[in-house]
């Protein structure tokens, strides 16, 4: 089976690396979440909300999300082109680059050297080592790819290619801004059209950072761990191409109401609704593959993963397009519904098919099977708790938010001061915190299981060692 | 379609191409053409630029990340003119480098709070918000009065 060298140190690195990453932005998440109702618990300036706030998006996003896609599209190109990566010393320099350059980021936002562009925060000389870190990236993949010994190229390397080009343009063009000083510059673009080109990002990094790179693992690790074959490869190719093309023009419908030319928040929400059939087609695509032989669900332990974890795209991909629309907007912006609609993608979709491919790759790795099927079903249903306290916690107080903005006395007048409005909110962020407590100590099941695995891989690997040289 | 064997999917290099052209179709009509029409860069005719101490302060609020709880545009909604004033217009923003309309009401938007009450209460609400709401969620930014304004990044700014 090995007849081609497989490059497992820099998987097993950078699964290694995100999980790191992981904790600390999910522990920065829960300090965020109680100083949002209790403000004693802002300690200075390095720990305070305005800052830590960003820290823990962009750990989580950059740290988590692209740590595990990195060290999961290593994997995946090597099976699906069946050969070894073009360089694999260089994707070990990526490995090292990428957690330096982590480690270097999160201390300036702790510093408070920030661009203030939602998701791309990093100051200049950060986005230059990120830019660097992409192309480092983009030609082992995009080489290995090329140079393939498999003619035809499965599913998730079109999402693959598609991840490398879009997300270098869009990292790009967003962070092009004028340096001042080595810690601070100035956007290149100004007011409005600052703020397109934003969005236009910051939508699009959700598209290509949390939505094709974990359809690309959904598409390989769900027929992996079911044995069943995806239903349709003919949906499979209607829903690339048409989430694709759609993704891009839909960047404005976070702009609903502002000052940006009605057309393009018009244009913008119009793609949005069309998104949800692409999103779908996948969704279906895997309901269907699971279709043929539902005792999957509960005889492989995997399937549930990806399954919810698709489920929960499905819902995002509803959620989203409704937020998008102008009355809906009109409550809803600005509120904590926004908020829970976010966490369910990121704890429901993105987390949950990381995880389940990690419980694929890791055993595959050691050559071993999974530690203990039953702490990975524990795992599922506590994060699948939490996730779902936190998402309806935040709907139910972002709506309240919305009308109690909104109310107004028969007089004309407002009903409830701002700060009325913001107390309103204290108990379901205290719930919040408890749904993301329930949501971390999930992830510490996992942790566990996952670094049991590994350390009864090796303790067979050296038994194995031994009997050959006994 | 699907051409097993000899196909798009088969052309990695063609196929790469093809999904750049598809992802930059949306990408130019709704953001490179804006860029290039004027209603993109409109400007109030009595628009002043930022003085130094304003770029400043503009300096201070993207560093603290006021803008993770903070908008700066009100919206053309009865209730929004209501409580923060007039909605925000296009041209106000023509020296804003980058945007900082902001995503998130945590706390009330400000973009009309300039003069909305006196320099002291700022001062003093600053310091210490909950001694103004008791139950404010808002941090003490008591820590400012001993930071010095970096004179160099606002010079380069202006």
Known sequence: ?470 | MSGHGNGLYSKALLFTIVATITVLIGTFVTMFYPMMRDEMHPKLENLKPFTPLELAGRNIYMREGCMNCHTQTVRPLKADVLRYGDYSKAGEFYYDRPHLWGSKRTGPDLARVGGKYPDDWHYQHMANPQAFYEKSNMPKYDFLNKKKINIAQTVAGL
Request: glycine letters at 8%; proline letters at 3%; hydrophobic letters at 50%.
């Open chain 1, 1 to 470: 089976m090995n007849e081609y060298q497989y490059d497992y140190q820099t998987v097993k690195g950078f699964i290694v690396s995100c999980l790191f990453w992981g904790v600390i932005g999910l522990v920065i998440g829960l300090l965020i979440s109680i100083q949002l109702w209790n403000s004693d618990f802002n300690f200075g300036e390095y720990f305070s909300f305005g800052r830590l706030r960003t820290v823990h998006t962009n750990v989580l996003a950059y740290g988590l999300g692209i740590g595990a896609e990195f060290g999961i599209f290593y994997y995946l190109v090597i099976r699906l082109t069946k050969r070894p990566l073009l360089f694999p010393k260089l994707a070990r320099f990526h490995l090292w680059l990428f957690n330096a350059g982590i480690a270097l980021a999160t201390l300036t936002l702790f510093m408070g050297y920030s661009q203030n562009l939602e998701y791309a925060e990093f100051e200049w000389p950060i986005d230059v080592a990120v830019v660097i870190l992409w192309v480092i990236f983009a030609i082992n993949v995009m080489g290995t790819i090329f140079k393939r010994k498999e003619n035809e190229m499965y599913i998730s390397l079109w999402y693959i290619i598609a991840t490398v080009v879009t997300v270098a343009i869009l990292y790009i063009v967003n962070n092009l801004s004028i340096p001042a000083t080595l810690t601070k510059s100035y956007h290149l673009f100004a007011g409005v059209n600052s703020a397109n080109v934003e969005w236009w990002y910051g939508h699009n990094a959700v598209g290509f950072l949390f939505t094709t790179p974990i359809l690309a693992m959904f598409y390989y690790f769900l027929p992996k761990s079911t044995g069943l074959p995806i239903y349709s490869h003919r949906l499979s190719i209607i829903s690339f191409w048409s989430l694709i093309f759609a993704y891009l023009w839909t960047g404005a419908h976070h702009l609903v109401y502002t000052p940006l030319p009605d057309w393009i928040q018009t244009l913008g929400i119009a793609f949005t609704l069309f998104l949800i059939a692409p999103s779908w087609g996948s969704v279906v695509n895997g309901y269907f593959t699971v279709e043929s032989d539902w005792s999957v669900m509960k005889n492989k332990y995997l399937t549930k993963f990806f399954i919810v974890g698709v489920t929960f795209y499905g819902l995002q991909t509803i959620q989203g397009p409704s937020q998008g629309i102008r009355v809906i907007s009109s409550l809803i912006h600005y509120t904590d519904w926004v908020p829970g609609h976010v966490h369910m993608g990121t704890m429901g979709w993105v987390t949950m098919v990381i995880c389940g491919s990690i419980y694929y790759i890791i055993p595959h790795i050691y050559k071993t099977e999974i530690y203990s099927e039953k702490i990975a079903n524990i795992h599922f249903w506590i994060v699948l708790i939490g996730q779902l306290m936190f998402s309806i916690t935040m709907w139910i107080t972002g709506i309240q938010q919305g009308a109690m903005w909104k109310m107004t006395n028969p007089d004309g007048t407002l009903k409830y001061t701002f700060i009325e409005t913001v107390i309103a909110n204290y108990p379901y962020w205290q719930m919040r915190t408890i749904a993301g407590v329930i949501f971390v100590v999930g992830m510490l099941f996992f942790l566990y299981n996952i670094y049991m695995t590994i350390q009864k891989g090796k303790k067979e690997a050296a038994a194995q060692l031994a009997t050959a040289n006994a």
